[in-house]
């Protein structure tokens, strides 16, 4: 464009880089240009004039149907999805509630969030919601995301196969002072237990690499500050991040928010918004703001998009069984044993009867599993007692060194990482502990009369019980088992292998391998199976039966084919059976899941028990009573609990007279679930944001087949001939879309669908994020048609943009598309969504690449209606909803219908 031609404000122009935008100003051979999200001056030489509707109109310059038709299309559709998402590509179909939670964050950004959903709502999908928008705008492109190191491969293969995002896995050998590691790689997904060691100067150079634009924290609640210990190692690097101004934005998400103590929630929310937050302020200060940073849905209010509650019931099925006489000798023998070593204890220092009552807790938490895990045990220390071996005492050290200096407070409770770990201490506590460490003066005799006793019992009536259980209750279902111990795994698999024949278990455990598993043949044998094979055989109907250990507690989806858990065993702490249950009860479960847990009401720890499931129906029933909407708080009642309440209920429950039993259980538990904790919940979740069903009609209800009009429009457009076999798309991919390796030239078995059946895996999910479908929106927005006649079309539609002036407002949503349906008849005008607008463009026809049609229509009644058109937006401006400072309109074009 020649400098000396005048630009007159509002004039569109367009830029061979930036696109299309509006004059704001003209400064002689220079021009200040809006486009879309921000103002450029350039040269008027790189302009050129675009196009004009109000010119076109005049002229009557019509464009073709199918060119107008694709422009608005795209226009709407990427104008819907950033706000929502709905069209990305996730392979699940997406929930309300996700959408609603990437349309609270997106409303701000930098974005500082908390979102504590429960376990099983879709955390990386929303995750993926969020990144997408931000990503194609180029607002977001160095992404850090902080897991435990159990969930880095899952983080990585579902944010690749639901949405495209590839994240690189952080490997510490390839961080080195010569590799640069930190600006080489631009979205990484690390083990927060890993990335919170300062190895080799890690830390300095995560500090001195370019800034993050988003880190995303999964199970935040492991950043840990105390006001009396400090702060764990994670919360310390996130907290030098932020000094450092490393962070633009972060999200944190965790499933329990809240640890019980006030001082260490603060400080979780004090690194996302110290401006609101402070652990040393009081909490009455802190509360009203929480609705500003805390999001938090749960299961029992989630629904799908026709307003169907989502998660079924879970059925719990307790059973009972009693010991064999075999049985009853041996934890008779166990009982007398622990009572003289905790007497023998006590005549000790303190440091070293403290070692005991460790060892023995293990021999009891051991014995509660099954026989054979606490005989494996006692077997192997007699033998090293016998020979005076001191093998692993150093050992032992050594691991409980490391698990106190990886963080003070963070305990193999809290951590999913340090779970297995804990249970194989509690197996070397019991079998390699040196004779240094004696648990009785006379400790031989004893142990042989317990090996004796635990080599009596043949059979273990437990194992006789769930196996009846299997057969009477689920004789034709997949049932997944859960148990502490690998000894009580393998002999499970071996009662199952046994009972339904070879290759009808798999198993799941830190080590990825287990041994003395009897075959059909009677022989022991050992195997090994990673967890992720295991879990995509079981999810596959392949195995029936899946047996696992806690490491299968987080981060595996076991939902598909499943609705059947048994506890082999409980542990002792409640949350864990509600971790163990949410591999189970999550979204894309079908069927309520039942839950079977077994116990011989014989025992001391049956009883404690039966006291302990009371109290939390009373706790329930308390929050249920003070909260207008009820929901399944048991979550967050737990994880408020200190975890060695538990600990010290089973652990001594065996030491208190049967009479005694309820008033020592009473004082023990008088604190847990009290008024304190109760309000403190009832604070959390009564100043979260949420969604509830009123939001549901915001929500538009398209989906992936709704772009399906304008993808094929656009191949016609190419000229490319379409093949559909069912619902299944192939063509050769226009030229022009062939801009980077990632498109390819041809294309079968593309889906307008999230679901994919088993043996679908050929097709491929098309959406928002897809090479090819990005290239056809960005081809079909260069397009500059403004006026045309549409088959199809009821009434005349006027389309424009609302854009906020402020042009540093905070938010991803800089511009919306909006339509305006004109009668011709006297009725008024209505403004429809972009969304809305989607559906009528759906809807009309074109005559591929020609004219609608060549009946003259009167140029008054087209400037009037387009007029209208315009102001009736003007005026509803401040009625939209929309989180603009200035609104401003932006008209983009006319369509009219053909006939």
Not at 283 to 292: G, W
Request: net charge negative.
């Amino acid at each position: 464009m020649d400098a000396a031609v005048a630009l007159n404000t509002d004039d569109v122009v367009v830029h061979e880089d930036l696109g299309r935008g509006t004059v704001i100003v003209d400064r002689g051979a220079t021009a200040v240009v809006r486009f879309d999200e921000r103002l450029e001056e350039c040269e008027k030489s790189s302009l050129r004039p675009g196009p004009q509707i109000d010119k076109d109109i005049r002229q009557g310059h019509w464009s073709p149907a199918i060119d107008a038709i694709t422009y608005f299309q795209a226009a709407a559709i990427l104008s819907v999805n950033d706000q929502w998402g709905v069209f990305s590509r996730s392979q699940i179909a997406l929930l309300p509630h996700q959408l609603w939670v990437c349309h609270q964050v997106l409303r701000q950004w930098p974005a500082r969030q908390l979102i504590a959903d429960d376990v099983g709502l879709g955390k990386t999908i929303e995750a993926g919601l969020i990144l997408w928008p931000l990503i194609s705008k180029k607002l977001t492109q160095r992404i850090l995301i902080l897991c435990p190191a159990g969930l880095v491969d899952q983080w990585q293969f579902r944010l690749r196969t639901m949405f495209d995002i590839r994240l690189t896995p952080y490997m510490s050998a390839a961080d080195t002072p010569k590799a640069d590691y930190w600006n080489g790689n631009n979205q990484v997904v690390a083990s927060l237990p890993t990335l919170r060691q300062d190895n080799n100067g890690r830390h300095d150079r995560l500090l001195s690499a370019e800034p993050w634009d988003l880190l995303i924290v999964d199970e935040a609640h492991h950043l840990n500050a105390d006001e009396h210990q400090g702060a764990t190692l994670g919360y310390a690097l996130i907290r030098k991040l932020m000094e450092h101004g490393k962070i633009q934005s972060a999200l944190f998400f965790t499933g329990t928010p809240h640890r019980g103590k006030p001082y260490n929630f603060w400080a979780l929310l004090h690194l996302l918004r110290p401006d609101l937050f402070d652990p040393d302020r009081p909490d009455a200060e802190q509360i009203p703001h929480l609705r500003d940073i805390l999001i938090r849905n749960n299961k029992q209010s989630v629904v799908d998009m026709q307003g169907r509650k989502l998660f079924k019931p879970i059925h719990q099925y307790p059973t009972t069984y009693r010991y064999n006489d075999a049985e009853r000798d041996f934890y008779s023998n166990l009982t007398s044993f622990i009572a003289s070593g905790r007497a023998y204890a006590s005549t000790l220092s303190k440091h070293e009867g403290k070692q005991v009552m460790l060892v023995l807790i293990a021999m009891q938490k051991l014995a509660s599993s099954s026989v054979a895990a606490i005989r494996k045990a006692l077997k192997g220390r007699l033998a090293r007692l016998t020979r005076e071996k001191e093998r692993l005492q150093t050992l032992l050290a050594e691991e409980q060194a490391r698990l106190a200096q990886s963080s003070k407070l963070v305990s193999a409770e809290d951590d999913a990482d340090l779970l297995d770990l804990q249970q194989a201490l509690d197996e070397l506590s019991v079998e390699d502990t040196a004779a240094s460490i004696q648990l009785l003066a006379n400790e031989i005799p004893h142990l042989r009369t317990l090996v004796d006793a635990a080599d009596a019992v043949a059979d273990e009536t437990k194992v006789e019980r769930i196996m009846e259980v299997m057969q009477s209750d689920f004789a034709d279902r997949q049932v997944l088992f859960f148990t502490e111990y690998k000894a009580t795994q393998s002999l499970l698999m071996s009662a199952l292998i046994r009972q339904y024949g070879e290759g009808c278990v798999t198993f799941i455990n830190g080590d990825e391998h287990i041994e003395g598993v009897i075959d059909t043949s009677g022989r022991p044998q050992s195997m090994s199976v990673p967890r992720e094979t295991a879990a995509e055989q079981f999810n596959a109907g392949q195995i029936r039966f899946l047996v696992s250990t806690e490491a299968g507690g987080e981060g595996i989806d076991l939902q598909h084919r499943c609705h059947t858990l048994i506890h082999v065993d409980l542990p002792w702490n409640p949350m864990r059976l509600h971790q163990r249950v949410g591999r189970l009860h999550r979204y894309g479960q079908k069927y309520p899941v039942d839950v079977v847990s077994v116990r011989n009401e014989e025992t001391v720890e049956a009883l404690i028990w039966d006291k302990l499931n009371a109290k939390l129906g009373h706790i329930m029933q308390a929050l249920g009573s003070a909260m207008d909407e009820p929901e399944d708080l048991l979550q967050l009642v737990l994880g408020m609990t200190d975890k060695s309440l538990f600990t010290e209920l089973f652990s001594q429950a065996n030491s208190v007279p049967r009479e005694r039993l309820a008033d020592w259980f009473d004082e023990k538990t008088k604190t847990f679930g009290g008024s304190a904790a109760l309000d403190t919940v009832k604070a959390l979740v009564g100043n979260v944001a949420k969604f509830d069903c009123q939001g549901l009609k915001e929500i538009p209800t398209l989906d992936l087949p709704d772009l399906r009009a304008f993808f094929e429009a656009m191949l016609v457009k190419n000229q490319r001939r379409l093949s559909w076999s069912e619902d299944r798309l192939s063509f050769k991919t226009p030229d022009v879309w062939l801009t980077s390796p990632a498109v390819n030239r041809h294309y079968k078995n593309v889906v307008f669908s999230r679901e994919r059946s088993v043996g679908e895996a050929d097709a491929q999910v098309i959406g928002v994020g897809h090479a090819a479908f990005n290239n056809a929106i960005a081809q079909a927005l260069e397009q500059e048609a403004v006026l045309a006649k549409i088959d199809g079309l009821e009434h005349p539609l006027v389309i424009a943009k609302v854009i906020d002036r402020v042009t540093l407002s905070s938010g991803t949503l800089r511009s919306r598309i909006f339509g305006v349906v004109v009668p011709l008849e006297g009725a008024s005008p209505e403004v429809v969504t972009d969304d809305e607008l989607l559906r009528i463009l759906n809807q009309t026809r074109f005559r591929e690449k020609t004219l609608a049609s060549p009946v003259a229509i009167d140029k008054s009644i087209l400037e009037q209606t387009y007029n209208l058109g315009v102001e009736r937006l003007r005026l509803s401006l401040t009625t939209l909803g929309l989180p603009f400072k200035h609104p401003e309109h932006q008209p983009l074009g006319l369509l009219w219908p053909a006939s």
